[in-house]
């Protein structure tokens, strides 16, 4: 990790790209403004003028998609290259990709990339409620979050960061490093559709797909696990199987396929991080995590998913798929160092 046994020259070497969602308002400061604006229930927006929390610059700050990167760089002592990206659910995946091309550039020797968000509060909660996005299994919670099976009706809304160190090859086997798995590719497309769905033909994760595929020098029988986007929601599990069925033809059957976000929600601009680290940590242990809580497939998502437990097999490469709001799509390819080094 950086600031581990690094010089104060080497901290302009190091990178930082991470995903990151609009950081939302704390339930005590919408209580303010609601106290303050709306004393007897009608908003006034005048008011804000007056009030401590609205007209504070550093409230302002605190909410935007670059506090959480500011933070990293002052804790880890990074000088070099830093962004954020947001691109709704794919924000996670795309500034890993990011961060794999600063590597290969030579703009850095090491990044720190992944993603974080979190929108458990009343304006997060409602906005994808008013959307319909949101499964409403509220008494059963622990099976709300069902992809690909035919009673799903909708996403569980989780929080969480994932973070991962990239450096080049040759550098990280020299130093002896600890090598999860080679980051091999990524695609990007945007599909420009609707603003919460893909098209039904899956066309925009088709081109991130085979994108990442080309990238990474891998012919699709090659891919042995998918980490699905599998949101749980009707339409986006249809067409990312339609998508899948596409590009890999009849080696899609031979694809053991799961979406975490049965088991941990769906984290927004965090999801594709995390589900970038888990496909490393898939290829290190060589075991396929489950997809949860699918007892009923849905019979047009006829993928190989791996139900009722994790599945042990050697994975040679795996794909993470993050298609976010609005269109855009991103696709990761992950190789087994056994792989890179036969």
Not at 194 to 206: F, L, M, V, W
Request: charged share 20%.
């Amino acid at each position: 990790m950086p600031g581990s046994d690094r010089t104060a020259s080497d901290a302009t070497r190091w990178a930082c790209v991470v995903g990151s969602g609009k950081t939302g308002l704390g339930i005590g400061e919408l209580e303010e403004v609601q106290r303050h604006c709306a004393p007897d229930g009608r908003f006034q927006p005048d008011r804000l003028l007056t009030n401590g929390f609205a007209m504070d610059p550093l409230a302002f700050c605190r909410s935007q998609t670059c506090a959480g990167l500011s933070l990293l760089l002052h804790r880890f002592g990074i000088r070099g290259y830093a962004t954020s990206v947001h691109t709704a659910c794919a924000s996670g995946s795309q500034a890993v990709g990011m961060a794999m091309k600063l590597i290969r550039r030579g703009t850095a020797d090491y990044v720190l990339a992944g993603g974080f968000d979190s929108m458990i509060d009343p304006i997060g909660l409602a906005s994808f409620c008013l959307l319909g996005a949101l499964s409403t299994d509220n008494e059963t919670p622990e099976r709300a979050s069902r992809p690909f099976d035919a009673t799903r009706n909708g996403f569980v809304l989780g929080e969480g960061a994932g973070l991962l160190v990239l450096e080049a090859w040759d550098a990280a086997r020299r130093r002896g490093a600890r090598i999860y798995a080679e980051l091999a590719g990524d695609g990007n497309s945007l599909s420009s559709y609707r603003i919460t769905d893909s098209h039904p033909s899956g066309d925009g994760p088709i081109q991130a797909m085979r994108q990442a595929l080309a990238a990474a020098g891998v012919l699709p029988e090659e891919v042995d696990y998918l980490n699905a986007h599998g949101t749980s929601t009707l339409m986006n599990d249809r067409s990312e199987c339609a998508a899948v069925r596409a590009v890999f033809g009849a080696h899609a059957g031979q694809i053991g396929v799961s979406s975490t976000k049965s088991l941990m929600g769906h984290l927004i601009a965090g999801a594709g991080a995390v589900e970038a680290a888990v496909c490393a940590l898939a290829i290190h242990r060589g075991v396929l995590p489950v997809n949860a809580n699918l007892a009923a497939p849905d019979p047009e998502c006829d993928l190989d998913f791996v139900r009722g437990q994790p599945r042990v097999r050697r994975i040679r490469v795996a794909l993470s798929n993050s298609f976010g709001f609005g269109g855009s799509n991103s696709c990761l390819a992950l190789r087994n160092p056994d792989e890179v080094d036969a």
